[in-house]
């Protein structure tokens, strides 16, 4: 028997005993392996020959924080990067995007041209950690956002910045007092479908510089690009929107992975595509269980 069908045959036992056990089965063994992957990358300084083979022990000693598990990873690259968590700390002690989550009550309660407000389409705000949804395609939380403007008939915002930031920093806040945990459903083949594609492309290598998302956020989380440690995929989406003080303001994921593009050297997928929403859904599966904590800051 060829190579070949031996491989196309091993392909088709694994997606049969995935739809067998559950439509999420794929993607639960893929998020507790990255979970066991992290705390284990980042249980003891130890482990450095095996994670950290070109930093030196003193700078691990001295800049690391070890023995991280779990929700400790909500916090990004500042879970490990004791430098960057002081500073994110003093910036906290008065949030530079409090206005934002006012802004965003405002918005939420604000009645459209029909008399109709986003009440109506959302009557519990505590909803950051159940999106992205699956219905026939990859729902965002912007693009249901749009979606309730548009049905009301009004405009759609942009979904990197600006209104949308403010709106989804006040959903955010609500499901963080109110101790929400991302909880994303596969529940369909076409749902799973849809997770593999984000998947690989997640872990595809493009642009000029032919990097993939994995070899900064994975393989590099802990690692660093000049003086700035690279983040975990693992809790990477907990926190957003975010403020980052390189853009001095609040922006979406959609707006980080636009980003993130650029950076690998790609022409970057437009914000909202399915493309990039499918990368999202993979994204935000990954952090399942963790608790939602954002707004907050990054560099």
């Known amino acids: 028997m060829s190579k070949k069908i031996i491989t196309s045959l091993l392909a088709i036992s694994v997606a049969s005993f995935v739809y067998a056990g559950g439509f999420n089965t794929q993607a639960d063994k893929d998020r507790k392996a990255l ?22 022990k003193e ?36 949030p530079p995007f409090e206005d934002n989550i006012d802004a965003g009550k405002e918005l939420y309660e604000k ?49 990197t910045k600006g209104k949308m930031t403010d709106l ?11 101790g929400k945990k991302i909880n994303i459903k596969i529940d369909s083949k076409e749902a799973a479908e849809a997770y593999e594609r984000g998947k690989k492309e997640y872990y595809t ?11 900064c ?26 403020y980052r003080m390189k853009w001095q303001g609040l922006g979406t994921l959609e707006r980080r992975i ?18 990039q929403n499918e990368m999202i859904y993979f994204m935000s599966y990954m952090s399942n269980g963790l608790p939602v904590d954002g707004p907050d800051i990054r560099k």
């Open 35 to 56: 979970q066991e992957y992290m705390e284990k990358k980042f249980a003891s300084v130890k482990n450095a020959s095996t994670f950290f083979p070109y930093s030196t």
């Open 59 to 94: 700078e691990l000693e001295k800049n690391f924080k070890w023995g991280l598990k779990g929700a400790d990873f909500n916090l990004g690259s500042y879970a490990y990067n004791k430098g960057g968590k002081a500073q994110r700390d003093d910036m906290m002690e008065m």
């Open 111 to 159: 009645k459209f041209a029909n008399g109709k407000s986003f009440k109506d389409c959302f009557p519990d705000p505590a909803i950051r950690g159940d999106y992205p949804k699956f219905d026939k395609e990859v729902v965002t939380l912007a693009s249901d956002i749009n979606k309730c403007l548009k049905d009301n008939g009004e405009k759609p915002w942009k979904v």
């Open 168 to 178: 989804q920093a006040y959903f955010a806040n609500a499901s963080k007092e109110k």
């Open 205 to 215: 290598q493009r642009g000029y510089l032919q990097l993939s998302c994995a070899n």
């Open 217 to 242: 956020h994975v393989q590099g989380a802990g690692k660093r690009v000049r003086n700035e440690y690279l983040s975990p995929l693992f809790g990477a989406v907990t926190h957003f929107p975010v």
């Open 258 to 275: 636009k980003g993130c593009e650029k950076n690998q050297g790609e022409n970057p997928h437009k914000p909202g595509s399915k493309w």
